[in-house]
C-alpha cells in the first residue's frame, strides 16, 4: 500500500496534457495501486495519474458501486445534462456547481489491456468526466459556477 501526496492547484503538472500509456507494465499497475490507495485513503470518489504527479492518462474511480480503473480513457458519446456540486483533493475546500453530461459512454483499457467500455449515468458520469479532464489540463474550477469555500458543517 503506497499512499502519495497530492499535486495541489498551481502545480503545473496539473495543466499538463497527460500522456497515453503504450505498454502496460509493472510500473504502470503499481501507479494504480498507489492511486487507488491515495483516492481511498482520502476519501476520494476519484483520482486521475497528474494528481499524484504523473503525466499519464490513468483514472481510477468508486463511486460506491465498486473500484474502476481506466487506461487511455475517452469519451464516446454524452447525453443530456446534470448540474451538481463538484471538488477535487487537488483544490482542497472548494466547492462549485458545474454542468456535465448526465450520461456516457467511455472507452479504455484495464489493467489487463483489454478494451472496456462503462456506460455511466448521474454520479459516475460526472466523476468520469471529472476524472477526463484531469487528463487534458482542466480543473473543475475552469467550468464550475458559484465558486465557494466549502463551510465545515459540526
Ligand atoms: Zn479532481
Request: proline share 3%.
Amino acid at each position: 500500500m503506497a499512499v502519495c501526496k497530492i499535486v495541489k492547484e498551481g502545480s503545473s503538472i496539473l495543466r499538463k496534457k497527460a500522456k497515453p500509456v503504450k505498454k502496460i507494465t509493472p510500473y504502470i499497475l503499481k501507479l494504480l495501486d498507489d492511486m487507488r490507495d491515495t483516492m481511498y485513503a482520502n476519501n476520494g470518489v476519484g483520482l486521475a495519474a497528474p494528481q499524484i504527479g504523473i503525466s499519464k492518462q490513468l483514472i481510477v474511480i468508486d463511486t460506491g458501486e465498486g473500484l474502476i480503473e481506466m487506461i487511455n480513457p475517452e469519451i464516446l458519446e454524452k447525453e443530456g445534462e446534470q448540474i451538481g456540486v463538484e471538488g477535487c483533493l487537488s483544490i482542497p475546500g472548494v466547492i462549485g456547481e458545474v454542468k456535465r453530461a448526465s450520461g456516457v459512454k467511455v472507452k479504455g483499457l484495464n489493467r489487463e489491456g483489454k478494451e472496456i467500455v462503462c456506460k455511466a449515468k448521474g454520479l459516475l458520469a460526472r466523476a468520469f468526466q471529472h476524472e477526463i479532464d484531469h487528463l487534458k489540463g482542466i480543473l473543475f474550477i475552469d467550468i464550475a459556477k458559484d465558486i465557494r469555500r466549502e463551510v465545515a458543517v459540526k
